[in-house]
């Protein structure tokens, strides 16, 4: 027979613990590990979610790129990839140069560059708008065109360099043959680079782009070797 003294000794420590057999105390104590784990593994974790989101966009770009120039190709007509750095999206032109119903709209693909209203011409239409950020993918403002600082501007093993923006745009007019040109007809590359501002240096990426064969390469900062590879 239990005293009262005992009785009352024995109800205080079984409101201690839980329906599962632990005290309070370790249950605590498993609340406040598993908030130090997550603390530590959450940055980890949105870091490696940056970094694999980073990786889609050269080749985002690169395969739009492939895109245009295909269509040119096909169609036998230039076609002009456009980036909008203001916007992070890329638009497609279709300049509908041969075999239009409108006289006028009929030119070479090297006279389309110096067209009124280039790209988008009284006789272009738009193709496609694709978003390089937002909707669940990378935020706009960590989106940077360029190189970033402390990397070498120098040009890549296929002897292109940054092609500049203007006003806040890049184009890439691919020609009936899949090359391109400038207003002389000249062949001329282009190469756009990129990298997320919050990791510059390991998501630094170039897509270049050789005009005398329409060659679409994608390449990205070695941070061992201190330059950008294939």
Not at 69 to 91: G, V
Not at 174 to 183: I, K, L, N, R, Y
Not at 195 to 220: D, M, P
Request: aromatic residues 6%.
């Amino acid at each position: 027979m239990k005293t009262m003294k005992a009785q009352a000794v024995a109800n205080r420590n079984r409101k201690w613990h839980s329906a599962s057999g632990r005290s309070i105390v370790e249950t605590l104590i498993v609340v406040t590990i598993a908030a130090i784990l997550t603390s530590v593994a959450l940055p980890q974790m949105m870091s490696a979610r940056r970094l694999m989101r980073s990786a889609t966009l050269p080749r985002e770009v690169a395969t739009q790129l492939r895109f245009v120039r295909q269509q040119a190709m096909s169609q036998r007509q230039a076609f002009t990839f456009q980036y909008d750095d203001s916007t992070k999206q890329i638009t497609v032109f279709d300049h509908n140069n041969v075999g239009n119903s409108t006289t006028s709209c009929n030119m070479s693909g090297a006279a389309v560059l110096a067209a009124s209203g280039y790209p988008n011409t009284t006789c272009t239409t738009t193709l496609l708008t694709i978003p390089l950020a937002g909707s669940g993918g990378l935020p706009a403002s960590e989106v940077s065109y360029g190189i970033p600082s402390g990397i070498s501007s120098s040009a890549l093993s296929d002897t292109t360099t940054l092609t500049s923006l203007s006003s806040n745009k890049v184009y890439v007019t691919f020609q009936s043959d899949g090359t391109v040109v400038d207003t002389n007809g000249n062949p001329t590359n282009r190469t756009l680079f990129f990298y997320n501002n919050q990791v510059a240096a390991q998501t630094a990426a170039a897509i270049s782009v050789l005009g005398a064969s329409g060659r679409i390469k994608v390449w990205r900062y070695d941070t061992s070797a201190s330059k950008y590879a294939e």
